[in-house]
């Protein structure tokens, strides 16, 4: 390959759907990946973010400057595979080094064959994020066409309207063995006899899962098209609604199947996508948010005990406070924006929370909410022992 074929294929552009060109260079896979556009704050957790269903159809870019430098591994990944359609950073770290390497980012995201543009601007791209709101964009990376990149970025139809839980979910029942990762000895096999819970897999990330088995939750995992009636067969003790991509609206099967589930008192909490599932499902309403929330850096606070957690973030959709019926309370609220974080139904056990307790990346502040799903199966198991 000559010097000039070489610098060629190392190339990579960025075009946004105003028309907005960003150059750079390639990082990961040859190709073009379409997306809307999201930045997120967090400092560390590069690997997490990458492979977290929510970030289906969506270009991440990461606003910390500098990304790769521990490379990636197998204990680091929150699903099977990585979710994100492409990646957008500052600076590419020349070498990886940590004792948990495996391999470098760009090796990582060459074998997932994900495409990627490092040496931009990244500042000047989340300016206009947050001034125009998410917007749709086009990576390409390697064979350039700014007008080709211009026209992808432009027929993308949104994520409004998308149905993507049932796209990216389990695709039959199945138990979730393992619990959080500890050094020394990886994965930890806490024993899971106490609760029996059914989560609904929307795109559930994998540290969720883990923080139950740590509480010694017996795990069902379900895909999310599963009837209620399939779930209540199951005998729970209660049931896990998890996070996920897309907007919550076109989830008609959710929104029946957590109806159904709340008329038989079954004790329910949902994160994220779940979270909107669960105020959907009760009479509320979802909008789609200007720039949405993407960072470990959210300041949330407890409606109740005013007390300030700062939690991990990642949604672009959000229940509209100014819609709740009078079943359901809020019990958190967004100290960035006041978008509303928390419910609980007032007759039923159940509530949910829009952040991310679990983190993977970001801080554990709301990793209680775990325990209050606990004690609420624990309040169903006694009152039926």
Known sequence: MSILASQSANRAILVLADGTIFRGTAIGAEGSAVGEVVFNTAMTGYQE????????????????????????????????????????????????????KQETLNEYLRRHNVV????????????????????????MAGELDDAKALELAQQFPGLKGMD??????????????????KLGEGHTQPEQSKYHVVAYDYGVKHNILRLLADRNCKITLVPAQTPASEVLAMNPDGVFLSNGPGDPEPCDYAIKAIQELLDNNIPIFGICLGHQLLGLASGAKSVKMKLGHHGANHPVQDSGTKRVMITSQ????????????????????????????????????????????????????????????????????????
């Open 164 to 181: 993507l839980a049932k796209e990216v979910c389990c695709k039959e029942v199945q138990p979730w063995v393992g619990g959080s990762w």
């Open 314 to 385: 990642n949604h672009g959709f959000a229940i509209d406070i100014d819609t709740l019926p009078d079943t359901l309370e809020v019990t958190h609220v967004s100290l960035f924006d006041g978008t509303l974080q928390g419910i609980k139904r007032k007759d039923k056990p159940a509530f949910s929370f829009q952040g991310h307790p679990e983190a993977s990346p970001g801080p554990h502040d709301a990793a209680e909410l775990f325990d209050q799903f606990i004690e609420l199966m624990q309040q169903r198991v006694q009152a039926t022992a």
């Open 116 to 139: 990627g543009i490092a040496d931009i601007d990244t500042r000047k791209l989340t300016r206009i994020l947050r001034e125009k709101g998410a917007q749709n964009g086009c990576i």
């Open 49 to 100: 973010i990458l492979t977290d269903p929510s970030y289906t159809e969506q270009l991440v870019t990461l606003t910390y400057p500098h990304i790769g430098n521990t490379g990636t591994n197998d204990e680091d990944e929150e699903s099977d595979a990585v979710w994100a359609k492409g990646l957008i950073i500052r600076d590419n770290a020349l070498k990886a080094s940590n004792f948990r």
